[in-house]
């Protein structure tokens, strides 16, 4: 047993302090970045990116996010038919999905022989310590060494090492701070997520690799955050649900009469009874249902959080967001005034 006594922080922990900068609008700041990854795959866009749940990772979402030159991860169960439905300008702005078992595997294979011109795959497991799945990482990278591999979820440096060498380019960092998942209440483990972004990004950006910060992001400001320290992508999950591009029906709340949309992590009961007919008996369920309150279009939702960051970046004198984690200097926040006064 060894117990670590070195701070770490989550997002609420800290703020970003100003300071002088001669931007004199938002207008002037670009969001945008040119990216040359790992194994020599280039992509531009705005590196924000809707998560691959079953509920945000859809083709209706990768239509919307495309008009901004946001990344789509679509979820793992995506189908043949539901890619009939993606816009043709969006191919590049999606990235396919499995997870480390053999049919998932090769049904990923099949949708990568059917739209070659999909530059990304996401190698998305709960726990990304396991030796086998490195391995994983290790062999996609020799079926597919034309394609941007994400591959997560960690959040430490060696691990982050770990996968870059094994053959990813971008590191998915993130254990139990979604708001629908419950890793941490279950298992007792996880990583405040400031810290695990900071640390992690530093490992990667040290060997030429990427990273992805995944989950805890409430707010624009969050997101600023997540790229103030050091990630090159913030994918959300929580932020952009609810939404009419999102999946499932609209429900009335009985309590309060209003519009909501079902909302549950990956790992949750509801989740397992869709795709495995119920919660293994080896297992736990890791994620929550929620009801989320209706938001209509994504747009307005896509809208505030790029112009939440482009504030960030005046305020400290960003005008890139590659430029945003140098200009960037965070204070820590006394989180029992936090609750006090309920900010």
């Not at 207008?27 to 945000?56: Q, S, Y």
């Not at 941007?148 to 979820?153: E, R």
């Not at 609810?242 to 909302?263: I, Q, W």
């Amino acid at each position: 047993m060894h117990i670590e006594n070195e701070v770490k922080l989550d997002y609420s922990d800290v703020l970003i302090r100003p300071k002088r900068s001669t931007l004199t609008s938002r207008v002037e700041v670009d969001l945008h970045r040119d990216f040359v990854f790992k194994h020599g795959c280039k992509w531009r866009g705005v590196p924000i990116v809707a998560a691959n749940m079953d509920t945000t990772g859809t083709i209706e979402m990768a239509n919307a996010l495309c008009q901004y030159d946001m990344l789509t991860c679509l979820h793992k169960h995506i189908t043949h038919e539901d890619m009939n439905n993606l816009e043709i300008d969006c191919i590049e702005n999606i990235s396919f999905t499995c997870g480390k078992d053999a049919k998932s595997r090769n049904m990923l294979l099949g949708m990568i022989n059917k739209y070659p011109a999909v530059k990304f795959v996401t190698l998305d497991v709960a726990n990304g310590y396991m030796q086998c799945f490195a391995d994983f990482v290790n062999e996609m990278r020799n079926f597919l060494p034309d394609k941007i591999i994400i591959a997560g979820n960690v959040v430490t440096a060696e691990m982050t090492e770990a996968l870059l060498l094994a053959g990813a380019d971008i590191v998915k960092v993130g254990i139990g701070p979604g708001s629908v998942c419950t890793t941490r209440k279950v298992a007792g483990v996880g990583y405040p997520q400031l810290s695990a972004v900071i640390e992690c990004a530093d490992a990667a950006h040290g060997i030429g690799g990427h990273v992805m910060a995944d989950g805890g992001c409430v707010c624009s400001g969050d997101v600023a955050k997540a790229f103030g320290a050091g990630a090159d992508f913030v994918m959300l999950g929580g932020m952009f649900a609810g939404h009419d591009e999102c999946a499932g029906e609209l429900n009335t709340n009985e309590e309060t009469g209003e519009l909501c949309k079902t909302f549950y992590g990956m790992s949750s009961e509801t989740a397992m009874d869709k795709y495995n007919g119920g919660v293994a008996l080896h297992r736990a369920s890791e994620g929550k249902t929620v009801s989320v309150p209706y938001r209509g279009k994504v747009r307005t939702t896509v809208l505030e959080i790029m112009g939440g960051v482009r504030s960030a970046c005046t305020y400290v004198g960003a005008r890139k967001i590659k430029h945003l984690p140098k200009c960037c200097t965070f204070v820590r926040v006394n989180r029992q005034l936090n609750n006090i006064f309920g900010t």
